[in-house]
């Protein structure tokens, strides 16, 4: 039987798949009730600290199930200055392996010219309080290392979430990437 | 899963899908390939088991994001170029068909161009050729574009560097650990032994296996040339005779 298909990289002509409205998690339909409507930005730097102008970032939730008016899952292009957005509903909690609860999270895929396959990480709120018992952000030891997962709220409903690529250089700390 | 957060055994414990089996993928660091010199993470990665994060994933339907499986005309004004026709199946590991599910697709011109801002590549545009499409598959899986056979572009990732003809292809498959992204070649292309992005995978099989064949029961006489491109998502559970847990 056939292994899965390799891997190649987005390239930096990617830009042909982006329709607009894609990084609108809620163009759909209503706000359901109950549900916050969040931003979740950040910026995406390389391991020589320069903006990751040419990225795709995509976003998938499994919180609020998906439904007509919520697909769950967002593309974005990152701009000149590295930065992404996306306007999407606040996920919460959703079931983890065995009794385990995860903290609300989103998961994000980052595909660029120079990576050969996707890189994976997860936005994590800062200050829930889910936070000290989810058992992949309790896997990792270094608390600084942790700290890469916390989107932290930089204003009304506005989570600010930046990816680096790479390096402790000047003192940002390398993001935490998955091995899903 | 409910909201009320009374969770159920699938969603609790879904079927991972399985590790790549190893060398078949390329690594972050191809120090050939130069761009992934500053883009590629220096530290390990951190091992996700996976969840209902990972099993599940965006279900696109056709309804709000349209098929479109022409892209050699444009306004029923035929592209410049060899109109080609490629399909193939989405399978997963263990031969299942992957039905309904999207792929994306973008190539160049048959100048080698890209209708896009940033390439700057001294070939000509053609207004007849956007170069993006989008397909579903069918129940058991195959999928068919028609379109024109892509031209090699100059790139400057080293002295006379360029690109072996291809296809650019996104797939999303039934989960979000499924998502693959990759390049469809062409059969006999003299620079494939020199190009680092297809290099970049380890194993000789699988690289092989990016490239589409030629195949003479879809070409369509007076029409068009057609290749074939099966494209094989990860598989579910564990392999054969390996206990449940993922990893
Ligand atoms: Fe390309």
Redesign the pocket.
Known sequence: MPTATASQTI?P?WHLLEEKGWDDLTRFGPVPEGAARITLTGVVTDGDGAPVADGCVEVWQADPPASDDFLGWGRAATDAQGRYSFTTLKPGPVPGRGDARQAPHIAITLLARGLLKPLVTRAYFAGEALNDTDPLLAAIEDPARRDTLLAREAGDGVWQFDIRLQGEGDGRAETVFLDV | MSRSGRLDDAARDPIPFRPFSPGTQPPYDAPAYLSTRARHPARPLVTAPHTVTETTGPCFTPSRFPALADISATDGRAAQGERIIVNGRVLDEDGRPVPHTMLEIW??NAAGR?AHLVDQHNAPLDPHFRGVGRVFSDEQGNWRIVTIKPGA?PWRNHANAW?PN?I?FSLFGQGFAQRLVT?MYFPGDPLLPLDPIFNSIPDAAARDRLISSFDLETTQPEYALGYRFDIVLRGRGATPFEDGEHR
């Open positions: 390239g002509y | 190539q160049a890209y572009y690109r291809h650019h390049q």
